[in-house]
Each structure stands twice: as C-alpha cells, then as structure tokens.
C-alpha cells in the first residue's frame, strides 16, 4: 500500500464510514466514496436505516466536504433475491437467520470488491470495527477491532482471503468515542446521527409483520406439543416463536413453558418446562475458515453464538465433512439454529458458520 | 477542463450545461457592486440598469427576429416552458373554452410534467402526436389532430436525450393557419441551430442561458405579441406583467452577450461539431458490438451522439466514464443509483432493458479532436466492464 493507492470506501452517511473516509483521504490515498442502494418494501424506502434518500444526500455532503467522488450503485435486485430471499427461506424453515452476515460477503464485498477492480482501485474500505493482520505466510488474520464493545469482526466471518488481502478497516484500531470526536472535530454531519441497530430492510418494523407481508405461506397453523407428543394448543406458524420464547403461546399450565424446540418437519412447536431448555453442544455447517485451513485436530476456543452474544469457552471439533460440531461445558439456552456460530482464539476471528442443530449429549 | 482531482478530466455534457464564456463574464461583473440599481427605480442607478436590461432585450429580440417587448426574462428555460404553457392553457380555457392540449411524447420534463399537471388539476384532455423511431414528429399527424378547442400545441425542437431536431417551421405553420397556439421547448436548439421566430411561425420560445455559455439561473420566453398568455407569477409590472419580480440585471445582461456569440457563430462552429460527432458515431457503430444509435442519424444537434448499449447499466458506464476522465451522461441522468428507463427512449420504441443502457456525449466549443480519439480508445474496455457487471 503506497500513497497514491486508490481505495473505494463504502458510504452509509453514518459516522462509522463517514470517518473511515476522512482518515483515507486525510493519509494522502485516491479515495472513492460509494453507496450500495438496497432494496426495501415498497411504501418504506425512507426508513430504510442505512441507504434512504436522505442518507444519500449526506454522503454526497461528506463526499463532497473530503473533495472526494461518490456514487451510488443500484444493488436492490440482487438484496432482494439474495439476501431478503434468504431472511424469508430460513424463517419459513424454522430457522433464525442473520441477513447482515450473508450481505456482507455477498452484497457489500461482492459488489464494491468488483467496482474497485473496475475502476482501478487497490482497495476497499469500511467503516467496520475490526482489524487485519499479516501472517508470516502472507495470509490475512482478522482481529477484533480494539474497541471491544463495538467489536464487528462476527459480522466479516464470511469473508475470504482474496477479500482480506485487498480490504481495509481504518476504524479498527479507534475506539467509537474517538471516531465521534475525531467526525465533530472534522465538522462531519454524520457525528450525532444513531447507530443504525435493527435490519436495514425492516424500516424499525416488526420481523413477523414483514414476514406476514412478504411471505404469506409462513402463517402455518399447527400443534404444540410437549416433550411426549401431548397436544397442548395451536401455534401460527414456526416463523412466529423462538427458542426459549415462554409469553405468547397461549396455552395454560401450572407450571411455566417454554418453547424448546421449532419441529418443522412436523410442524411442530415443542415446549416444555424451564430446565429442558439448553444444550452442550451445536453443529455448524456451511463453515468458513478465514484462513482456508481446515483444522485437523479439536481445539479450544472461544465462541459466539450470536452477534452480541458473550464467548464462550468450548471445544471445537471439525468433522470431514466439513461440518463443525462444538461443545459447551455447560449448556446453553439460547442455542439459536440459522445464527452464525463465530470461533475466536484471544483477538483472532478464525471463521464461523451457520448452527444447524443443537442436542445435548451429556 | 473541469476541477476535479485527476490531472485530465474531459467534460462531454454539454446538453446538461457549459461553463460560462469569459467575455460573458466580463460583460455581467459591472451590473454587481457598481452599477447595482433597481431598473424600476427613477434615478440614476435605476436608469443605468434598465439600459443594461432593455439593451439585452433589444439584441435578443434582434436575433430572433422579434420585437424587444416579445422578449420575457425568467428564471430559467424550465420557467419558461411553464409560463408559456399554463398562461396560454388557461387564458384560452377561460375566454374560449378550450381544454385540448396538444404535445408529444419525447418533450423534456419541463414541458411534459407541466401539461400532465394541467390535465390532473384542470381537466384538459391531453394527447400525445406519435413520433418515429428517431423521435420526430411528422407535420400532417400536427395536421390531422388539432381541434378548434386545442388551447396549445407543443413539440420540443430538439431533443435533449436524443438530438432529433423536429420540423419546426411546419408545425408552427399549420398551427399558425389553424389559429392554435404554438410552443416550442428552444432549450437545447437555441445552444446550437439558428433561432429565429418568423422563419418558424413560433408563438412561444422557451431559452435557458446556461446551456449556451450563459450563467445558470436566467432564461427567456419569446412570446408573440399577439400570442394568448397570463401571469403566472403575479407582483410587480416587470416584463408586461407577465412575470413580476425584479430583475436579475448581471445574469440577463450575461444571457444576452452569451445568446449573442453563440448565434452569431453557430453555423460555424456546427461544421467542427458536425465533424466531431460524426466520427463518435462511426466509430462507436463500428468497433463496439451491440451498440445502437438513438435519435435520428443527422437531423439532429450538431453536438450531440446518443446510444444505447446492449447489456449495459447506463449508471455504471457513467461511473466508469467519470473514473477514467471523462464526464458523460445517459438518458435517466440519475444520481440515486435506482435507474428507471428514460420515457422518451422507451416512446422511440426501446424495450427498458435497452433503455437502461443508454449513453449521451454532448461537444462544447472545447472539445478537441485529440479528446474524443481518447474518448473512442478508452470507451469499448470500459463498455466491456460495464457489460461484465450488469452480468454479475
């Protein structure tokens, strides 16, 4: 990386990016802004959290305060068929899904990664908390950003070697309150504005409104049942409940239950009483290690089983198939299959995939 | 040359806008901080001014072969369009009961979002006369659909997406015979063809300045003297009472010194564009498959190729362009990254794919030879990439 590197930065208008930017630019690199817009429901494309109108004008503004070009790329087509696609499949299949994960290897990097070999770039930039490292074979590490609590690197386990080594995180060695400071000190509108939180295509709506409107065929009557199969009420289709969910089912008892199971192929809710929640152990497909090395041997690790989940302590046991099983010391109740089981060793993210199941097995 | 941070960067969009010739400059820096009076007013400062603006008029009006009181100053040539349009509209709906408007479908929005409002909020029946495969409107269609009740006719004069110069003189003709208003969108035509008002039989002429090296911000209507019209803008008696408002004395002495030197020499300079654009065009034809010319092959503005590409996003081909030095625009000139097929390419009988490929390269007085050999190197690697990423 030398000073007259070219480096696309993608643009949300948000204080995150907005800085990323400003730092680039400030380093003396050929910076171009751009904005990916995605798609949102028709009627709510100015609550879209990360690319409304107005968020693209105020990228324009910062753009244009740096001297640097922006653009904004039309992605709504492939958002829609790829990535809300993917929210309604996995719901309508029982499962929880994490959009942001697939997005980012597929929309975000996917995209702007072939608009910077497009335009000459050597890089691409943006505003996620997390930092890279060079091994001594010249392959890239990626590591949490120093400012634990902001901490993006779950986000970016999907990412791959040929992404690592030609992207760039200028944020991951600040923590939040000093990239606020530096967007005030540097006059950048975006230095108040919220972190966006929910689901960009969402618009602050509730999931199971979104999933009524977009995908009628999740509203799926069927039975819950106890452990033994004793019918104990009706449920409205799977897409509705999560794991561990105990308000809302709609059945009496005298003792408090629990949602401990989502049984799709019987279209089942499975509920039962407080100490049947959890599990020791989940198994993860679809596993992406950042290093491209399939570890041979079980090890321990740190782990996350969602993005603001705390880690965890566990053993991780690659299987040949690909397939990843990882055991807990104690069981978890929040095991949630269609989230992203992410392995950390101390600050290193070595790759992650999607839990596909969870059982107990001591 | 543009400012921006590469070390060249061509500007090819002439029909969006032009930088404002020096001489014009220096004409409009007076009417600032010295001779900054009121032309309204009686004294002497008010006196200079109104010199300074009925001079403008009168050269203008010369040039169109008018009278200097059918010269009204707007804001811009958009103001124009609307001036002519809902002041004739409504002035024949009231005195005469007329409720038909007649337009085409290729107009600028200025034109086409104004009578669609009328049709909305005022009942007038609109029609689109059909136009060919190169966006020309045939007289006799002129001919065959204006109705004793039409309250004003409208046929852009030459396309800004497409180039296609219209059969002006006629229309206004048969028009002119028929007792029905004429008006015409000059905005693009004005920068590049010979105006004149009598020759045309043109009853309202809308002009924006900045699109002949004038500033941005100023515009005229010549309207007939005899031609229907009401204010649309109601205040003062600036401009016969027709458009109140005191008058912007630099920006109307600056759009008639810049109408002045691009009429006097646009025959001229319509040879070197001529021969410019007719290479892009050749060449563009020639070396890149799948490409298409939109607008007619030579009645159309001296300055101006347009095409579309197949499989291409117009959007990325203009970012494309942009990084490798050369500032282009496409039919949807759109900067929201969410495209839609441009109405006037889709009324030449493109289908929206097709559309959405579309890529305008409009000459100014500087453009060189040596730029567009560049331009025409550089294109076909980048249509090529274009081409890759809408396949993605």
């Known amino acids: ?25 400030e380093q003396g690199y050929r910076v171009i802004g751009m904005m990916l817009r995605l798609w949102s429901e028709p009627g709510s494309e100015q609550s879209n959290t990360c690319c409304t109108p107005d968020s693209m004008a105020l990228s324009r503004r910062i753009a244009a305060k740096l001297g640097i070009p922006f653009y904004s790329l039309d992605a709504k087509e492939q958002f829609r068929n790829e990535i809300v696609q993917y929210f309604i499949d996995e719901y309508a299949a029982g499962r ?39 091994k001594d074979d010249g392959r890239i590490s990626l590591i949490k ?91 409205q289709g799977l897409a509705f409940y999560t794991i561990g969910q105990r308000k809302g089912l709609g059945i009496s008892s005298p003792v408090p239950l629990y949602v401990i199971e989502k049984d799709s192929i019987h279209n089942r809710l499975v509920v039962g009483e407080e100490q049947m929640l959890g599990a020791d152990t989940l198994v993860a497909e679809q596993f992406h290690w950042i290093s491209n090395n399939l570890p041979e041997e079980p090890f321990t690790a740190s782990v996350k089983i969602r993005y603001k989940a705390p880690e965890i302590h566990a053993l991780v046991v690659p299987h040949q198939d690909g397939k990843v099983s990882i055991q807990f010391e104690c069981p978890l109740r929040d095991i949630t299959p ?25 | ?78 103001e124009s369009d609307n001036l002519a349009l809902n002041g004739a509209a409504q002035i024949n709906r009231i005195k005469k009961g007329a409720r038909h408007i007649l337009t085409t479908p290729v107009e600028h929005h200025a034109v086409f979002a104004t009578v ?30 204006v109705r004793a009740d039409t309250a004003i006719t409208s046929v852009i004069y030459a396309n800004n997406e497409i180039g296609t110069i219209n059969p002006i003189a006629e229309i206004g003709q048969i028009c002119r015979e028929r007792e029905v208003p004429f008006h015409t969108d000059g905005v693009q035509a004005a920068a590049y063809l010979r105006m004149n008002v009598i020759r045309d039989n043109i009853d309202y002429l809308a002009c924006g300045a900045h699109k002949f ?85 030579s009645q159309r503005l001296p300055n101006h190729a347009s095409f579309v590409f197949e499989g291409v996003n117009g959007n990325d081909l203009l970012i494309l362009l942009d990084q490798a030095g050369f500032g282009c625009s496409s039919g949807s000139a759109c900067k929201s990254g969410s495209p839609k097929p441009s109405e006037v390419l889709l009324a030449i009988g493109l289908s929206p794919e097709l559309a959405l490929g579309s890529l305008r390269v409009t000459l100014g007085r500087n453009t060189t030879q040596d730029q567009i050999t560049t331009f025409l190197e550089v294109l076909p690697g980048l249509i090529h990439h274009a081409r890759k990423m809408a396949h993605r």
């Open chain 1, 1 to 25: 990386m030398n000073e007259q590197s070219t480096i696309v930065v993608a643009m949300s208008g948000g204080v995150d990016s907005s800085v990323a930017a400003a730092l680039l630019v």
């Open chain 1, 96 to 134: 929880t899904p994490n959009p942001c994960v697939v997005c980012n290897r597929q929309i975000k990097w996917g995209v702007l990664m072939e608009w910077a070999h497009a335009l000459g770039a050597d890089y691409l930039a943006t505003g996620h908390y997390a930092r890279l490292r060079m």
């Open chain 1, 145 to 235: 950003g120093i400012d634990e609590s902001k901490d993006q690197s779950y986000m970016l386990c999907r990412l791959s070697q040929e992404d690592l080594q030609r992207s760039i995180f200028p944020l991951g060695n600040m923590t939040k309150s000093a990239v606020r400071e530096l967007a005030h000190i540097k006059g950048l509108a975006a230095a108040d504005r919220a972190d966006s939180q929910d689901l960009c295509f969402l618009a602050h709506q509730d999931y199971r409104q979104f999933l009524i409107r977009n995908s009628p065929g999740v509203i799926h009557p069927g039975e819950i049942v106890d452990r033994d199969g004793q019918v104990l009420g009706k449920h």
């Open chain 1, 338 to 362: 269609g989230q992203w089981v992410v392995i950390y060793q101390g600050d290193e993210c070595l790759g992650g995939g999607v839990i596909a199941s969870e059982r107990s097995i001591k």
């Open chain 2, 1 to 78: 040359m543009a400012m921006t941070k590469q070390a060249v960067w061509v500007y090819l969009d002439h029909a969006a806008t032009t930088p404002v010739d020096g001489d014009v400059v220096a004409r409009m820096l007076p009417y600032f901080s010295e001779n900054y009076g009121n032309p309204s007013s009686i004294h002497q400062a008010g006196q200079i001014a109104e010199a300074a603006v009925e001079e403008s008029r009168a050269k203008i009006a010369r040039i169109l072969d008018s009278e200097p009181d059918e010269v009204i100053f707007t804001g811009c040539g958009t």
């Open chain 2, 116 to 145: 669609r409002h009328l049709a909305e909020r005022y009942g007038f029946e609109l029609e689109l006369l059909p136009v060919d495969r190169f966006g020309m409107v045939d007289p006799q269609e002129v001919e065959k659909r």
């Open chain 2, 213 to 297: 090296y004038g500033p941005k911000g100023v515009g005229f209507l010549y309207c007939r003297k005899d031609a229907p019209i009401e204010a649309y803008q109601t205040g003062g008696s600036q401009e016969r009472g027709l458009r109140a408002g005191t008058h912007n004395v630099p920006l109307i002495v600056g759009m008639a010194e810049a109408f002045y030197q691009t009429q006097v020499k646009c025959q001229k300079r319509a040879e070197t564009y001529i021969s410019l654009r007719d290479t892009i065009i050749k060449t563009i034809l020639e070396n890149i498959p799948g490409s298409h010319l939109t607008g007619h092959p």
